[in-house]
T-cell receptor, first 112, second 114 residues
């Protein structure tokens, strides 16, 4: 079992819809969680971080964390074609060298 | 531009050659990380520096790989006797003490070993 798992997709949504991206993790010691957006051929770009159970909103993005279920999600409201990218979920354990453990990413396609 | 920078952006080399990559972190960041990413996969951790001290190394970092951060500023990653399996994107990231672990990535160096 991978430490961080994501559905590889592609997840296809129409423009203006809500895109829901999910991630599960196996290590209960993980303390912080991050969502990165990666366009093809480019490096990951940090878009959201979450540390506590519940929701965190930033513009069109909402991150959700449920530590009991070991589940992290990212909602993108009013999806735009420019949101089409691969979304990477990452978990961090401070006592493990501060390294990020990434899932394989979910490819999102937003169709006009 | 005050983001993380990496050089070169692309490197093509022949099997058996040595290559060296450079990373300049965000200036106030004292933590620096190297990751490797292959097509269709998420980045994989290679090594981590706090200031000039290399505090963590992945088992992925074979003895052909070495990383340095001599003055706690820029870092270099050297791969000796490259193999075709080393072909990947090599990513550098940085963060600072007191942050909640947010790491910011540079543009990466894409290595192709022929």
């Amino acid at each position: 079992q991978k430490e961080v798992e994501q559905n590889s997709g592609p997840l296809s949504v129409p423009e203006g819809a809500i895109a829901s991206l999910n991630c599960t993790y196996s290590d209960r010691v993980s303390q912080s969680f991050f969502w990165y957006r990666q366009y093809s051929g480019k490096s990951p770009e940090l878009i959201m971080s979450i540390y506590s159970n519940g929701d965190k909103e930033d513009g069109r993005f909402t991150a959700q964390l449920n530590k009991a279920s070991q589940y992290v999600s990212l909602l993108i409201r009013d999806s735009q074609p420019s949101d089409s990218a691969t979304y990477l979920c990452a978990a961090l354990r401070r006592n493990a060298g501060n390294m990020l453990t990434f899932g394989g990413g979910t490819r999102l396609m937003v169709k006009p | 531009d005050t983001g993380v920078s990496q050089d070169p952006r692309h490197k093509i080399t022949k099997r058996g050659q040595n290559v060296t990559f450079r990373c300049d972190p965000i200036s106030e960041h004292n933590r620096l990380y190297w990751y490797r990413q292959t097509l269709g996969q998420g980045p994989e951790f290679l090594t981590y520096f706090q200031n000039e001290a290399q505090l963590e190394k992945s088992r992925l970092l074979s003895d052909r790989f070495s990383a340095e951060r001599p003055k706690g500023s820029f870092s270099t990653l050297e791969i000796q006797r490259t193999e075709q399996g080393d072909s990947a994107m090599y990513l550098c990231a940085s963060s600072f003490d007191g942050s909640l672990g947010e790491q910011f990535f540079g543009p990466g160096t894409r290595l192709t070993v022929l």
